[in-house]
């Protein structure tokens, strides 16, 4: 040994330079560190000094994945254990005696480290150090360190009888980032950790007296909260700069976990929320409270704080989850709601839903008839009863509804007790969710409710129209700034024990965000240095990197399935059936949720998703795809698509068919735009365009769909796809007449669909051209398309085109006057709807049976069957129907002489008709109108003014369809006789040009009327031979009865008192009597009473 002063040559083992005197520094000859004179280990890699060569324990496992030669940091815990008065012991005995006790020491030593999980990395001397944490960690390393201490001070007894002497160990403990990796020369390496916890564990083992073990501040702060310690303050360890807080290590104890960090600040934010509640107490209403704030500022816990106060102060609390990622089936934060106010969990299955929502009917928490959209919320299987009733609704009337059902919900309950509802990171919420929240808005400021939200503000979705929709509910907004260097030390000084610089270093970096600073002092937790990550991403990772290979890798795997995740499905990623989440609880990386975990913040969930490889992430995010695809058809898309994986088209396609087959157009839409994003192959275009313009067109953007059909035609790669986009197109076209290029579509369409025997499409091309015809006025073409649609639909096994077929025959037999013909085949439509489940079909045909009973003189029954229409489609919100069979019950309401309640009806569907833009179907409305002002005498002027208006609509719509009618209700109405038979006249020219058939029954029934109010006895009786004549080939009731009636009447009226022409008039009184046509009654009896 070279001495440093003289340069004197020495001998190994000399403390002191036996030329000059000068201390001689002792190098190690582990890992060649410079010692002082006196030391006794190491303190480079604390190996013990004082014996000549150590000595090698078993050898030691190879290094897990990661644990290469070139080594990686590890939170690792490390023990140093040796026996106490060994030298004197030793100087007492022969070295034979002296190895066998050495010899069952160390046996006894690594049996129990090896029983608690550690990893004997050295034996010296009478010395072992052992690793806790490395090569392989276990997430509770600290607290297996010392029961290992424990236990190896308890086996000294045992021990100390079995060798006849008194024995006892000292031990020392210490945990921090080191250096682990294989150390040494090309021909000889070893595994081994080095780092500054290495040198402190041994010099607390060396303080430690008999019997005793100490340990460093970061084991202290990994222990459970019952471990049962003795402070014994700071203390000046050689070889350390600082001093170093020391405990002795009583007991283990019991408890576990880290205490929940204090809450601190936000005095204003709470006084806010106070007065909040002291509001609904005095008024019984509550308001919307909206927390906002960058991610990680402290927005959860604030909110958990308002929940604590509201419900001290008597309110029940419930919570909606709004996730980015990986939510499922089933799952929205308005079902979340529900569910927790019907007491269910999230997991309950299908029977306590059920339960649930007949419970819920029965505590008039909701209707009987809201059964069926508490099915939807609640994910319950609906009947095929319900299904039909929900088939028949209208997206937006389906929507609306739902929401009424909600908040009849949560009124009936804040009725009950006043309620706090919680829906957190709404920045994370889809455009209908939003829109959900602005109507619970407004019922937070009718009801004893407070709806409290929270979102990041880069992400903040409630803008001033938003606001608007919610109403004149009371608002609060609570924006989030940094917390206060001061507020934030106080979370650094509840949370761990660490030196004053160190905690403001980590308040400096965390820059008053709680998470960024809760994640700092978490990663300090074992550490003695103050090289912090920088960066939640890296502060998230440090931590990571310290878990068990396994649980890292099964944190890295849940991280792929989303921040919410199922036990289960990770359990299919890793391959590993028993695997549990408890390591990744302990370190507070996750937290159970029900059933399911869920990342302990959004940022961890993004930084671990962010670490990982794309390779290894894509992998992942397929076999999740493979677990889904038979349980949950949205997230095995996603996943595929998150993969960029070649199938995630279709998967796109097939969840989106499935949202729409449940009426969720607008999630269907969402989902086939992902599907596009990912510029699938020309077929899978084609397919995803097609549901895209079919939903589009059922969210009522008709004009929309035509565009997205032109795309699919455009990308279509063989005569089929050609064919069925073509017909797409056509029917978005008749909605918004653009007739000529429908037509045109469609002749495109059957050529192809000829060509390649396409029934199906077949069937749909001539249906759509058949309700082409029916407005123009096409009446032969009407009837002999739908004909070849039913046959075509029949060949292709159809049951919906089929029903759609037989209502365009309904139409068709219509258009031609053969009114008993349409009953028949709308009755089987409306039929075959029943059978099948066609609901929407059957809402929009039915108010035309009522229409056909009306032409039987069933006027009763067609009355009937009117209101029923009237009551589904509403129901369902099929506008449209509730419009058309207020019509026909007005019609035969003015025919009973019921003028007033028909009144009703035709201002309601001239409501209607206003807001769905249907010209088509207003001059019919205003003709009802004019007939009423007409029946009750309420002047000519403003009825012929109608009439005028409806004329200009029926002639810019195309006159065949109803023009000829409004002209002979121009001429009932008006008190100009010029006037009248100039709209006859007019009327009557239409009528041989070829009209849909209601004109002719409607202008003759009219014609006679005027006729015989100008007492024009010639004309009243041509009008009804022309009437008589139309409907020979199907005489129908009600124009049988009006022919006769006019002859009668014109009879009378030139004064004929003929028994005959008095039994006739006689035979028509009993008749509309009995059949309730109470207006044209009137005349029958002043004929009868003149007569007697």
Known sequence: MECGKCGADNKAGRRFCAKCGAPLEIVCATCGFANEPGDEYCGGCGAALNIAAPTKAQPVAPPGPGNSAQGERRQVTILFADLAGFTKLSSERDPEETHRILSRFFEVVDGIVDSFGGTIDKHMGDSVMALFGAPI???????????????????????????????????????????????????????????????????????????????????????????????????EVRGLAQTVHLWRVVGLGGGGGFDTSVFVGRRAELRQFQSVLDSLAESAVGQVVYVRGEGGIGKSRLVEKFSSLAEAAGLSSYRGLILDFGVGKGRTPIGDLVRELLGLSAEAGGEARVAAVERAITDDLAEADQRIFLYDLMDIPQSAEMRAVYDAMDNENRTLRKLECIAALFTAAARKRPLLLIVEDLHWADARTVEQFARLARLAGEQPIILLMSSRIEGDPLDSDWRYRAGASPFTTIDLMPLRADEALQIAEEFVDITKVFAQECVARAEGNPLFLDQLLRSAIGQDQEDVPGSVQSIVLARVDLLLPEDKRALQAAAVLGQLFSLEVLRHLLQEPDYDCAALMKNHLVRASGENFLFAHALIWESVYASLLHSHRNELHVAAAEWFSERDLLLHAEHLGRAGDDRAATAYLEAARAESQLFRFDSALELLEHGLELAPAPDDSHRLLMLKGECTRETGHAADSTAIYRAALDVAENAPARCRALIGLAAGMRVTDEFDDAFDALDQAQAIAEAESLHLELSQVHYYRGNLYFPLGKIDGCLKEHELALAQAQIAASPEDEARALSGLGDAYYSRGRMISSLSYFRRCLDLCRQQGLGRIAVGNQYMAAWGRFYLNEVAGALEDALEAIDSAQRVGHQRAEMVARLTAGRVLVESGDAAAARQHIERGLELADSLGASRFKPFLLIYIARIRFARGEGADESVKLMREALDLARQTGASFLAPWVLSTLALVCEDRETALEALAGGEELLTEGCVGHNYYAFYRNAIEVSLHYRNWPEVERYAAALAAYSADEPLPWSEFLCARGRALAASGRGERSDANLRELERLRTEATAAGLNAPLAAIQQALDAAA
Do not use: F
């Not at 600290?142 to 031990?171: C, F, N, T, W």
């Open 137 to 235: 960690a276990h997430g509770n390393d600290p607290e297996r360190a010392v029961g290992a201490a424990l236990a190896i001070h308890d086996a000294m007894a045992g021990l100390s009888a079995e060798m006849k002497l008194v024995l006892q160990v000292h031990v020392g403990i210490a945990s921090g980032q080191v250096m682990a990796s294989g150390l040494g020369s090309r021909s000889h390496s070893e595994y081994t950790v080095l780092g500054d916890s290495v040198n402190l564990a041994a010099r607390l083992m060396a303080r430690a007296g008999e019997g005793e073990t100490l340990i460093s501040p970061a084991v202290r702060n990994a222990l459970p909260h019952g471990a049962e310690l003795e402070d014994l303050g700071e203390a």
